[in-house]
């Protein structure tokens, strides 16, 4: 590349590069590096007290309106009525004078400065008074910060330097009036105005006085102390970049942190405080937390805002200068200060978790409600942050707490037992809330718009890494880019050898893939393992309820990360694509082993949730708890049939029974309930369960015989034989016909119909799929080819209305029902024309049948 | 190969080190060292690549010629191309430490031009009509205390450094500049002093970070040479890389203009002859590799693939 040639250094590189260069060896020069650094750093901190000042001053400020507010109307009325008798002043002058009054005498003027001096007075005393009186009682035991934000208190400040003002004021006036003897006319209406300001404020100031005595309410401070320090840290704050500023600002608002963690713990402590207050309080710092989460990712990732801890290097694993500095001067090697990231969240929510184990301790199971609702949301935004991992070791953390606490079934039992599953859906809920808050933050923001962004970037622009809004792990791979081009800059690069935007895409898509991956395994194990481990934990701790809100929860899980893979796939997909230049090292995905991962936790969860149905089903029904045996049987239920679809014996073996159950014990509640509604009514109620455990025998029956599977039909078999032949046999049967000739005999669409009708539409798609013989007509699609006959016979035509021609609970009442003794006499509403036609040449079917 | 003719009218000799100048060391030295590194394409891979050096018209007796004329290296050269390669070589290590070379084109018993002959390291003065090969003081005892030696113009062949790369002033100021601003040297020497702790403010990374920073911009001409194996402070991948690119590219103007400064003198012995090299990337091809890198048209594997020699 031919360059023009150019003067020896080019303003690019810096005069302190070249001193340094030049006079490094001599120490005379670090001496005035260091003298001129502090000199810098001086002005800094004078710019920074003096816009601090500013700041708080305009931040007290905000604080006036509040008191002009409350003081306003009196002062108008009171102004009101100083003009009112400056207009009646003549005629009053008048009156007075025929009165005989005297004019206005010097000493009255006097007198009426001191009046007002001593009363603001007075006031001021008042205040300190109301204050130490509240610190002395309320404030005695609790650390110096929680003390000293009494005296930080915006609207007391702003009050006590009116009053000063008015008092130092009128002093000034005395002292003018006794050296001068002149009496000012504008003074006292002045005077006058204030002193009536301090009056009327007091008496908002006093009223307010006594809230003083919660301190939770001094956590708004608190939270404004740290925003604000926040605020500096990020990038485009002042000094935002020079590390003492960023010490400073971590070291300040690490003391407003630590005295809202100090004032959770006070207010835990004091049981006055217990109740709204606590509660004010907690959203005060969840409302931080999610703040501060949202915006964690625009302070510079090596900022000193995250602290430090040492990491310590390894003699074999460290670069070629450190080593040789290390050898060369007989020393050991530095430790790396690696970053704090999560220190906020470390000193935050662990009192809150205090505060929920305090709440489940004292089985106050509403607050604790509460409290998990809010820590949900924290959750949210820690999976929006792509912290999934350090999310699980809070869930983790909870989940111990919860196991610990919650009451077991020999404890007594609490006022409103109902608020236990409600906690644990809450607690279930946190896991969950990660994955929405990922989910929510990928989908959001496009692969293609962040590719755009980076595409069209400054990267030399020093907050450019910060202003798109992506990952930690992105912003500190486009922070190394951002220093690489300013480095380029300041050797005057040459165009074609600058980074250019194409490289700052590839590379931070590929920290993108990494971090996508790091979250998605740990969002898939964290959900995958919890859900069924606490549900096991909970059923063997007998508390049927929790483990099926827990369950419940688990199902819902499992089918939105189902969902949420396809999109995380198309996502992964995306950060592939455009041309891929550069050689690096790219994440493995295995989408096949994930999905199985969720199909299992799916699986397992439909076990435990059979496993729960004759828990359920021996406990009374309570309308305060939510129905889950009703959840319970409905999933399973849909759970058998899918299992029947993938020709899984195993699992339906497990399901099946339970299922049959659970049916059962619903059929057992509607019927208490509905002992006394219309029996139209009541039958059909009664009749929905039982129609669809016939429905799903008799897809066990034609499953079988599609799959070629006896192991489908068996526990059917035996479960119904063992139902309907024992001693009560014969009672059950005719329950069972009349309900199925009930059900049979309805033209109304049934709430659970559109249900049965789907599992009719997806076994008739089955049985269509299946191969067939040579047509004899147009209109004649041909045989099934297949090994069964009653598949052949039921079989739809495969025209477009190919849709099973017979009802799957009738051809279970033909097959089987009707085959026990007894059965032939009862009438279970299955046309006549039906059985015939499933039963027609059913002893030809048999023989052929056979082997 | 034949001896030396004995017409030569330069001393041939090792001057002393003890002129007061600075050695070259550090970052200078591997500047020095690597320029003429890679050049022209080594043996190995020459056999397997469509590199080829011809004299144009072909010409057996002045192909012959040609490689004892120009045998200034150090080995035996049985062929053109391993002489052009080799005096290529040898001029770009010359241009490496001092920027320029003279050779004085020796001549036979006929009075023909037979062999060029580099001139010593030192001052070479230049006057209407005559070089004079100055001999440094040190080294005037070995030689009959004889101050210069007086050299026709015509027979002294001066190269020099193309000028997009600096006179040979500027580049030895160059090599100066990166010895002296080495930041390890410096470091050592501040921390090795028994009250290394009590230096008020030494700042390691600091000093280091400047004097990449002072040295990357005192390379802009040349780019990154090859031993930095790794990318500088808080430079990119990408920056690496082109920076090598862009050392390829000069290297490359430095053959193309020995190559042009070679046909040139025979083209002043009226030979009728050139040299003519082929298959090797051209600093123009690598310049637009580089440009086509920038630009996103391919990535660093293909772009080191297209320049490699």
Redesign the interface.
């Known amino acids: 590349?031919?360059?023009?040639?150019?003067s020896?250094?080019?303003p690019?590189?810096?005069l302190?590069?070249?001193l340094?260069?030049?006079f490094?060896?001599h120490?005379g020069l670090?001496?005035l590096?260091?003298r001129i650094?502090n000199a810098r750093f001086g002005v800094s901190r004078s710019v920074f007290g003096i816009s601090y000042s500013v700041e708080q001053k305009s931040g007290t400020a905000t604080a006036l309106p509040y008191l002009l507010r409350n003081a306003v109307l009196p002062v108008l009325i009171a102004l009101a009525l100083v003009v009112a008798m400056d207009l009646l002043n003549a005629p009053m002058a008048e009156q007075a004078k025929d009165w005989g009054w005297p004019a206005i005498s010097a000493g009255t003027y006097d007198l009426l400065f001191q009046a007002v001096a001593a009363t603001t007075g007075v006031f001021l005393a008042l205040y300190f008074t109301a204050v130490a009186t509240v610190a002395a009682n309320v404030y005695v035991n609790v650390p110096h910060d929680i003390r000293a934000l009494l005296v930080r208190d915006r609207l007391g400040n702003l009050y006590v330097s009116g009053v000063a003002f008015t008092i130092a004021l009128s002093v000034l006036l005395l002292i003018a009036h006794a050296l001068t003897g002149r009496a000012y006319w504008l003074a006292p209406p002045a005077i006058g105005l204030l002193a009536a300001f301090s009056i009327f404020a007091f008496i908002r100031l006093g009223q307010r006085a006594f809230y003083l005595a919660d301190p939770t309410l001094l956590a708004n401070t608190l939270a404004y102390d740290f925003g604000s320090w926040l605020k500096r840290s990020k990038a485009g704050g002042h000094q935002w970049r020079d590390p003492s500023f960023q010490q400073h600002y971590h070291r300040q608002a690490r003391a407003s942190a630590t005295s809202l963690a100090s004032l959770v713990a006070i207010a835990d402590d004091q049981p006055h405080l217990r109740s709204g207050s606590l509660r004010q309080l907690t959203t005060v710092v969840v409302a931080l937390l999610s703040g501060y989460l949202g915006l964690r990712d625009k302070i510079p990732t090596s900022s000193r805002w995250f602290g430090g801890r040492y990491e310590h290097k390894q003699w074999y694993l460290t670069s070629g200068?450190e080593l040789?500095?290390a050898t060369?001067?007989a020393t050991a090697l530095q430790p790396a200060t690696v970053p704090d990231v999560t220190w906020v969240e470390d000193m935050l929510l662990p009192p809150l978790v205090g505060l929920l184990e305090a709440d489940l301790k004292h089985q106050n199971y509403e607050a604790a409600y509460d409290l998990l609702g809010k820590l949900a949301a924290v959750h949210s935004r820690l999976g929006e942050r792509w912290a999934a991992p350090y999310g699980a070791g809070q869930v983790a953390c909870i989940t111990s707490l919860a196991t610990k606490h919650l009451p077991r079934e020999d404890l007594p039992e609490p006022l409103r037992p109902a608020l236990i599953p409600g906690v644990w859906d809450s607690v279930a809920m946190l896991p969950l809330s990660l994955d929405l808050g990922f989910h929510t933050y990928v989908t959001r923001c496009p692969i293609s718009q962040l590719s755009q962004k980076l595409l069209s970037g400054d990267w030399s622009e020093p907050r450019a890494p910060y202003a798109i809004g992506a990952p930690r792990e992105v912003v500190a791979t486009l922070e190394?880019?951002q220093?690489?081009?300013?480095?380029?800059r300041?050797?005057?690069?040459?165009?074609?050898?600058?980074?250019?935007n194409?490289?700052a895409r590839e590379v931070a898509l590929n920290s993108y893939e990494h971090a996508f991956q790091t979250q998605i395994i740990a969002l898939v194990d964290l959900l995958t393992a919890w859900y069924p481990t606490v549900a096991q934990t909970l059923i063997g701790a007998k508390q049927p309820d929790a483990a099926g809100a827990v369950l419940s929860r688990g199902l819902e899980a499992a089918w939105k990360l189902e969902a949420h893979l396809d999109d995380w796939e198309a996502i992964a997909a995306a950060l592939r694509d455009g041309?891929?230049?550069?050689?690096l090292r790219r994440p493995q995905w295995d989408w096949s082993a994930i999905r199985e991962k969720v199909s299992k936790m799916q699986t397992e969860l439909l076990r435990q949730l059979a496993d729960l149905i004759p828990l359920h089903a021996a406990r009374e029904r309570s309308a305060d708890m939510p129905d889950y045996l009703g959840e319970a049987v409905h999933r399973v239920g849909e759970a058998s049939f899918s299992a029947l679809v993938a020709n899984d014996a195993e699992l339906f073996c497990h399901l099946f029974p339970t299922y049959f159950v659970g049916v059962l014990a619903v059929v057992d509640r509607i019927r208490e309930q509905a002992a006394d509604w219309d029996a139209q009514q009541a039958a059909t109620a009664m009749a929905e369960p039982v129609a669809d455990l016939m429905d799903i025998s008799g897809f066990a029956l034609i499953l079988s015989e599609l799959h070629g599977n006896p192991q489908l039909w068996e526990p059917c078999e035996t479960r119904w034989s063992q139902y309907l032949q024992g001693g009560d046999g014969a009672r059950r049967l005719a329950i069972v016909a009349a309900l199925h000739n009930h059900q049979r005999h309805l033209f109304a669409l049934t709430p659970r119909g559109t249900g049965r009708a789907r599992w009719q539409m997806r076994v008739g798609e089955l049985l269509t799929a299946l191969p067939r013989g040579p047509s004899s007509s147009p209109f004649d699609p041909g045989q099934v080819e297949h090994p069964s006959a009653l598949i052949r016979r039921i079989a739809p035509r495969g025209d477009l209305l190919g849709g099973l021609t017979h009802d799957a609970s009738d051809l279970f009442v033909v097959r089987f029902v009707r085959t026990l003794v007894g059965a032939d006499q009862l009438d279970f509403g299955v046309a006549d024309w039906v059985i015939e036609a499933l039963t027609e040449g059913e002893d030809e079917d048999d023989e052929e049948d056979k082997p | 190969m034949s001896a030396l003719p004995t017409n030569r009218r330069s001393i041939g000799f090792f001057p002393s080190r003890d002129d007061g100048a600075m050695p070259v060391t550090g970052d200078g030295w591997f500047l020095a060292r690597d320029i003429p590194l890679g050049i022209m394409s080594l043996g190995y891979s020459r056999r397997e690549s469509s590199f080829r050096i011809d004299l144009q018209p072909p010409d057996e007796q002045r192909t012959e010629w040609l490689t004892n004329f120009l045998h200034v290296g150090q080995f035996d050269r049985h062929s053109l191309e391993d002489a052009v390669v080799d005096f290529v070589e040898t001029t770009a290590n010359y241009f490496g430490y001092f920027g320029e070379v003279y050779f004085e084109i020796a001549a036979d018993a006929d009075g023909q031009p037979a062999r060029l002959a580099a001139l010593a390291r030192g001052r070479v003065v230049l006057t209407p009509t005559k070089y004079l090969q100055v001999i440094p003081k040190p080294d005037r005892q070995y030689h009959d205390g004889r101050r210069y030696i007086a050299i026709p113009r015509a027979d002294i062949w001066h190269l020099r450094l193309p000028d997009d790369l600096g006179s040979p002033h500027s580049h030895r100021r160059l090599l100066h500049r990166l010895t002296s601003s080495s930041p390890l040297a410096a470091s050592m020497a501040m921390l090795q002093s028994p009250n290394a702790k009590t230096t008020t403010g030494y700042d390691f990374v600091a000093h280091r970070d400047a004097s990449e920073r002072v040295q990357e911009r005192a390379m802009r001409r040349w780019g990154s040479f090859f031993s930095r194996q790794s990318p500088v402070g808080a430079s990119t991948e990408y920056f690496y890389i082109a920076r090598r690119l862009a050392f390829h590219a000069a290297q490359a103007r430095v053959r193309e203009h020995v190559i042009a400064e070679l046909n040139a003198l025979l083209t002043r012995l009226a030979t009728g002859h050139a040299v003519v090299v082929t298959g090797i990337p051209t600093a123009r091809e690598i310049d637009d590799t580089l440009r086509r890198m920038h630009a996103g048209e391919f990535g660093f594997k293909e772009a080191l693939d297209r320049t490699s020699i």
């Open positions: 590349m031919r360059t023009p040639f150019r020896r250094y080019s690019a590189v810096s302190a590069d070249r340094i260069t030049r490094g060896a120490r670090w001496r590096r260091v650094r200068t040789d500095t060369a001067t190394k880019i220093a690489g081009r300013e480095f380029e300041a050797v005057d690069a040459p165009p074609a050898t600058q980074t250019p194409w490289y041309p891929l230049l550069i050689e």
